[in-house]
């Protein structure tokens, strides 16, 4: 199958627009429970938070895991007194 103009054309717009990963998954769930004190607490992230961010938005499985531990936070927060 070879590629119209049009659709390599597309795809070379899609490269030039990708930024590369500046964490990995392991870097990710270091900064996770930061990140999460954070979005609970509703304050701005700084340029760190923002790189985890940007890492769950492009990994489903550092996204599930951020949600787990949402959950389990928030069900602490329920249980207190």
Do not use: W, Y
């Not at 870097?27 to 940007?54: I, K, M």
């Not at 938005?57 to 207190?80: M, R, V, W, Y």
């Amino acid at each position: 199958m070879s590629l119209t103009r049009k659709q390599i054309s597309i795809l070379m717009q899609l490269v030039a627009e990708t930024s590369p990963d500046k964490l990995d998954c392991t870097d990710c769930l270091d900064h996770l429970a930061e990140f999460a004190e954070t979005h609970l607490a509703g304050r701005p992230l700084c340029d760190a938070l923002s790189e985890v961010q940007t890492h769950m938005q492009n990994c489903p499985c550092c996204e599930h895991e951020f949600q787990s531990f949402l959950e389990a936070l928030k069900g602490i927060a329920d249980d207190t007194p």
